[in-house]
């Protein structure tokens, strides 16, 4: 049975400091208050992940890092190795936010490096796709979404496909106030579960979580998460203020 999954990502956001006392806080709701069926996952900058990592109840709170680099080690001035990320005590690593696509860059290519590098150091991929509003108001979502999955995760093998989660952003509704209805979200998500099932089996594509990630929050998140095929949410701003983190962990 997949697991329910609410996952923080705090950003470019918090100085060390607030960041510690933000993850205090976040671990003492989830400790005292959270669900305990839903697994809750924290991504604060680079900097703070070992810090993170000592001040969460780990037992309940994963920490991952939001990004990491392409190659495992060597002359890459400012980049962070996923074997460093594993070091922290990290165990997950966001891949593929449209943040990255959209500001950095980053296409197949680069993601399929950074694919390998986490699954070798024993990492779990958190792989976001999406689409922006043009490609919406078109009609071909779904075409564009199927692209980006058939060169990235469907490249892997049946055994590594099965360890990573996969977050849904449609990127017209990240930070932008709008989001998608939760029938355009579970439409999608649907789609995407059908798309596992062609290429690995139903079993596996009925235990790959998949996550919505465009600006859910404390409000909407109980309708979203009532969707079956909505399987928790990628978080963004929400995540930063502990009650309505709490508030949509405790949605289901």
Same mark, same amino acid.
């Given at each position: 049975?997949? =697991?329910?999954?609410?996952?923080?990502?705090?950003?470019?956001?918090?100085?060390?400091?607030?960041?510690?006392?933000?993850?205090?806080?976040?671990?003492?709701?989830?400790?005292?208050?959270?669900?305990? +069926?839903?697994?809750?996952?924290?991504?604060?900058?680079?900097?703070?992940?070992?810090?993170?990592?000592?001040?969460?109840?780990?037992?309940?709170?994963?920490?991952?890092?939001?990004?990491?680099?392409?190659?495992?080690?060597?002359?890459?001035?400012?980049?962070?190795?996923?074997?460093?990320?594993?070091?922290?005590?990290?165990?997950?690593?966001?891949?593929?936010?449209?943040?990255?696509?959209?500001?950095?860059?980053?296409?197949?290519?680069?993601?399929?490096?950074?694919?390998?590098?986490?699954?070798?150091?024993?990492?779990?991929?958190?792989?976001?796709?999406?689409?922006?509003?043009?490609?919406?108001?078109?009609?071909?979502?779904?075409?564009?979404? =199927?692209?980006?999955?058939?060169?990235?995760?469907?490249?892997?093998? =049946?055994?590594?496909?099965?360890?990573?989660?996969?977050?849904?952003?449609?990127?017209?509704?990240?930070?932008?106030?709008?989001?998608?209805?939760?029938?355009?979200?579970?439409?999608?998500?649907?789609?995407?579960?059908?798309?596992?099932?062609?290429?690995?089996?139903?079993?596996?594509?009925?235990?790959?979580?998949?996550?919505?990630?465009?600006?859910?929050?404390? =409000?909407?998140?109980?309708?979203?998460?009532?969707?079956?095929?909505?399987?928790?949410?990628?978080?963004?701003?929400?995540?930063?203020?502990? +009650? +309505?983190?709490?508030?949509?962990?405790?949605?289901?």
């Amino acid at each position: 049975m997949r =697991k329910k999954i609410v996952a923080g990502n705090w950003k470019c956001n918090t100085t060390l400091q607030e960041g510690i006392e933000l993850a205090k806080a976040v671990s003492k709701n989830v400790t005292e208050k959270g669900a305990k +069926d839903v697994k809750v996952i924290l991504a604060p900058p680079f900097i703070h992940l070992t810090k993170v990592v000592e001040n969460v109840n780990t037992d309940r709170i994963s920490v991952s890092s939001q990004n990491c680099g392409t190659e495992p080690k060597g002359a890459y001035t400012g980049e962070v190795s996923a074997a460093m990320v594993k070091s922290t005590g990290a165990t997950c690593v966001i891949l593929g936010h449209s943040e990255r696509r959209g500001y950095y860059g980053e296409n197949s290519e680069i993601l399929n490096k950074k694919l390998a590098q986490v699954l070798e150091n024993g990492l779990t991929p958190i792989f976001c796709c999406g689409e922006t509003l043009d490609i919406r108001e078109s009609g071909k979502q779904n075409d564009f979404v =199927k692209k980006q999955l058939d060169e990235t995760v469907f490249q892997l093998s =049946k055994e590594d496909f099965s360890k990573l989660i996969l977050a849904y952003e449609p990127i017209w509704a990240i930070g932008t106030g709008k989001t998608a209805s939760p029938a355009q979200a579970e439409d999608m998500l649907s789609f995407m579960r059908s798309l596992i099932a062609e290429k690995y089996g139903k079993e596996i594509a009925e235990n790959t979580s998949i996550l919505y990630g465009g600006s859910c929050n404390a =409000k909407n998140a109980k309708e979203l998460f009532s969707n079956p095929n909505i399987d928790g949410g990628l978080i963004g701003g929400a995540a930063l203020k502990p +009650d +309505d983190f709490l508030a949509i962990i405790n949605a289901y």
